[in-house]
């Protein structure tokens, strides 16, 4: 970085080089001062790949925008004239214009009131030094390199600080502090000492940001290489007691009798990291940073036996959909997210019994699609320092899997559900619309589970029919 040659790592944008010069020769045409600002130019210096492209312009965005999206023939142009923003949409990444601008922010809002403004006091408004870079694009000064706030020197020193007065940026626009907390994870970079001052300080305001905000820049959090690194800073920021007081009450360790328990919240760390050692996924990645949720709730501490979390998985999904609710979370991944909570130690309760078919069967129908991922889940939550204990329990949880992938193969059993459907149970035994169409089928299902027969419909059919009698006394007792 020392020699810094911004017009070759702008060549070397590989698939947005073209595009810059195209957007190049809409400003020439326009005579409009252009830049690229924002994290395209921060990741450009770090050799990262950022599909996101920033231009701010001095004068009209919204116009420049227009020509720009002519010029391209991308249509349409999504403006947010209050901003002076727009956005054009490209496959495969984001294009956002915007004017020059200032902002002025009320003391119980983060919405802004914009004037037009130059480049120097757009780029002073910015959250980070690292984020205040640009580089002109018109003709004549392609490729200069504008940094007023030493955002260069703060990439090379890996430090995350204000340009200006770090207690008036978090007070004006309290996501910045979450947004501190996503860099410095994402890029294992350091918070300056001040600025990490100014979020204890106003950490009480992230409670002004909506839910959705929040909800975002904690994905990006997850989606770290060290996940565990930013969910730390967010609890020593005071930031986790506002936003997920939940995981707070992990923390601390009790002892009676001479009995101790390990401290949750750093288990949990680890598993969170184990977990994104070997899948990107974010489902697998909440599930894991709230596997345990419900210990606290359900800690009991039983004479002769010691610390017990009886029934903490069902206690701590039911937790994980009242929160996911708040951050407005999908339905469906709330469910997935659930369902590998509640399921998190059936894995290891059946290799502490004899691995048969039948328990790997209901395993392996509760789990789904699932599967694989409940699987990297247990193995990432075995992190007891007894190595023998650990030993122990990935030979015999090895042994499931084996056990699972023999079975899977034999029985087909990822999209599980009986041969024989509703319409055709009414019409063999002769029944209307009701609950006892579902109990025959429930029993049906029971029997394959169970291995008495096997998970096709012929086999289902003639199984119905043979114990048809059998099957009608059951919706007879239940009546």
């Known amino acids: 970085m020392m020699k810094l040659n911004v017009k070759q ?31 395209f130019v921060r990741d450009m210096l770090l050799g990262r790949k950022n599909k996101d492209i920033d231009i701010v312009v001095v004068g009209d965005g919204l116009a ?30 984001g294009l956002e214009i915007v004017s020059a601008r200032k902002e002025v922010y009320q003391t119980h809002s983060r919405n802004p009131k914009v004037e037009s403004t130059n480049l120097n006091e757009d780029l002073r408004r910015r959250d980070f030094t690292i984020n205040t870079m640009a580089v002109c694009i018109n003709k004549n000064e392609f490729g200069e390199f504008i940094d007023p706030f030493k955002g260069l020197h703060d990439i090379k020193e890996q430090r995350i600080i204000t340009p200006l007065d770090p207690k008036e940026t978090f007070f004006e626009d309290p996501l910045r502090m979450l947004r501190a907390i996503r860099f410095a994870s994402r890029l294992s970079f350091k918070i300056d000492t001040n600025t990490f001052e100014a979020i204890t300080k106003f950490a009480e305001r992230i409670n002004i940001i909506s839910k959705e905000r929040i909800r975002d ?31 707070i009450a992990l923390h601390g360790v009790e ?26 996924d974010l489902i697998l990645r909440l599930a894991a940073l709230y596997h345990d949720i419900g210990k606290p709730k359900t800690k009991r501490f039983v004479q002769n036996v010691g610390w017990t979390y009886h029934g903490h998985e069902e206690v701590g999904a039911r937790m994980f959909e009242k929160i996911a609710k708040k951050l407005r979370l999908p339905s469906r991944d709330i469910k997935r997210v659930a369902k590998l909570i509640r399921l998190h130690l059936r894995p290891i309760a059946v290799a502490k019994e004899e691995v048969t078919d039948s328990a790997i069967r209901r395993l392996m129908v509760e789990a789904g699609d699932d599967i694989e ?10 992190t007891s320092k007894n190595k023998e204990r650990v030993k122990r329990y990935r030979n015999n949880f090895e042994q499931v899997a084996k056990r699972i992938n023999e079975v899977d193969e034999k029985d087909k059993l990822r999209s599980f559900q009986s041969p024989l459907d509703g319409h055709e149970i009414m019409q063999m035994f002769k029944l209307k619309p009701g609950p006892d169409i579902g109990k025959i089928k429930h029993h049906i299902e029971e029997a394959i ?21 059998k099957l009608i006394d059951l919706c007879l007792i239940n009546h």
């Open 64 to 93: 420049f925008a227009d020509a720009v999206s002519e010029a391209l023939q991308v249509f349409p142009v999504v403006k947010f004239e209050e901003f002076g923003t727009a956005m054009i949409p490209l496959e495969g990444m």
């Open 373 to 382: 991922t409940l699987l990297i889940l247990c193995r990432a939550d075995i």
């Open 255 to 280: 002892t009676q009798e001479g009995h101790k328990h390990k401290d949750v919240y750093y288990h949990t760390l680890k598993v969170l990291d184990n977990t994104a050692k070997h899948s990107d």
């Open 449 to 469: 589970l169970e291995g008495d027969i096997e998970n096709t419909y012929l086999a289902a059919k003639e199984y119905a029919e043979k114990n048809k009698e």
């Open 9 to 39: 790592l702008l060549e070397n944008q590989i698939g947005t080089y073209a595009l810059i010069r195209q957007i190049s020769d809409v400003a020439d045409t326009l005579h409009i001062k252009t830049y690229l600002v924002g994290g």
């Open 217 to 247: 820049e904690f994905f990006k959090i997850l989606e770290s290489e060290t996940p565990s690194f930013g969910i730390n800073l967010l609890y020593e920021s005071g930031l986790m007691s506002h936003l997920f007081p939940e995981l």
